[in-house]
């Protein structure tokens, strides 16, 4: 039987952080709409404060979660454990995104290792915290990161990345805004 929580407290906060892999899910308000569910890692992600969590969103072969957030705010982020002890940890809330030159993007990004692949920061204000079993989770062992993104964002530059965002990132799949270029 899974648990509610009334904020993220430091116990909370440290199995989080953790964590080496997340799941961010966002959907457009059409029916019509795709709901996009992706995976994070790297050291991207940060607890503000007992509500409010944040990370440094890179530049992927999409926008959905900027895009979707932009349009409604709706956000679950799900938090699972892969080592012995099976648990599920869900943050549901309501997010905001913080571009360069905005105080709250300089504020995330300070927090974890530069990377060149940085394209916003995602704020979420969270509304409902749950865990539960995690029971049908596989136990699976970290071996490292990948780094084919900063290896990617080297290779472009820093105009080949502003270009590959005006080419991949200026509209969803469903047709929302996504980066303002």
Not at 52 to 79: K, P, Q
Request: net charge negative; proline share 4%; hydrophobic share 40%.
């Amino acid at each position: 039987m899974g648990k509610r929580f009334d904020s993220i407290d430091e116990k909370l906060r440290s199995w989080i952080e953790a964590q080496p892999m997340w799941f961010v899910a966002t959907a457009p308000l059409s029916a019509e709409g795709h709901v996009n569910l992706s995976p994070r890692g790297h050291d991207t992600f940060s607890v503000l404060d007992e509500h409010r969590v944040a990370w440094v969103d890179y530049t992927g072969s999409g926008v959905e979660t900027i895009s979707h957030i932009r349009e409604n705010g709706r956000v679950c982020l799900m938090f699972n454990s892969f080592d012995s002890r099976p648990r599920i940890v869900r943050l549901h809330g309501t997010g905001s995104v913080a571009l360069l030159g905005d105080p709250a993007f300089d504020e995330v990004v300070a927090l974890h290792p530069e990377h060149q692949s940085t394209r916003a920061v995602i704020i979420v204000d969270v509304t409902r915290i749950s865990d539960s079993c995690g029971w049908g989770v596989p136990v699976m062992e970290m071996t490292g990161e990948r780094d084919l993104l900063r290896l990617q964002a080297e290779k472009k530059g820093v105009d080949g990345m502003a270009e590959y965002r005006v080419e991949k990132n200026s509209m969803s799949i469903d047709g929302l805004p996504g980066l303002i270029t």
